[in-house]
């Protein structure tokens, strides 16, 4: 099965390419403003290995943006390609040796997240926390439990940084009996979206 697997939910970008025994990742420095790399990155990947077979997409939590460019352009290559589309929480595609960790980061808002997940898959979270609340949390996990982040955050001693990986979705996208979100795919939100409510006419 040829699996395309795309992930732009944080600061650092990631594209893979699977077959048989073939693994192509490429990696680079995500500018949330500026999509280049990533379109440059796929453009090569595509033209040299052709239409995928199946497509996923990490879906946060993480960049609405950046997740929602990943989603539109899946969306465009599945429609060409005819390719089967699904998506993934890129929290549980984080490179860690452990089999089990926890994810934290920056939800904004003076809250951050906390997932923790066991072989790629949740089981628990992701749910908000305020900064106490969270050290409160961390420290009431194993002293061997790793904890990873994509974003610095000093504030949390034993948060180590490290990033979703294009290659570890397209591994997971091989295996069966996974949870896969199906399509239309969505950003994993960790709040409401907010929305703002146009003002009524005031008739006189």
């Known amino acids: 099965m040829k699996i395309l697997a795309l992930e732009l939910s944080t600061t650092r970008g990631s594209l893979a390419w699977l077959y048989d025994n073939v693994e192509v990742a490429r990696e680079w ?40 460019i990943a989603i539109s352009a899946a969306i465009g290559l599945q429609l060409s390609s005819g390719a089967r589309l699904i998506g993934f929480p890129s929290v549980c595609a984080i490179e860690c040796d452990a089999d089990e960790y926890c994810a934290i980061g920056d939800a904004r808002r003076k809250s951050f997240f906390f997932a923790r997940i066991r072989g790629h898959e949740l089981i628990e979270g992701p749910m908000l926390y305020s900064e106490a609340e969270m050290n409160g949390k961390l420290k009431k996990l194993e002293s061997t439990m790793p904890i990873s982040s994509s974003d610095p955050l000093p504030q949390f001693e034993r948060a180590v940084v490290r990033y979703p990986s294009a290659l570890v979705l397209a591994r997971v996208a091989r295996e069966s009996g996974r949870s896969f979100f199906l399509p239309p795919l969505e950003p994993i939100y960790l709040r409401e979206p907010h929305i703002t409510v146009p003002k009524m006419e005031t008739k006189i």
Request: charged share 20%; hydrophobic share 35%.
């Open 29 to 68: 420095l995500n500018d949330r403003q500026n999509s280049a790399a990533f379109f440059e990155n796929l453009d090569a990947l595509t033209n040299e290995f052709g239409d995928p077979e199946t497509i996923i997409v990490g879906l946060g939590p993480g960049s609405y943006a950046g997740t929602r």
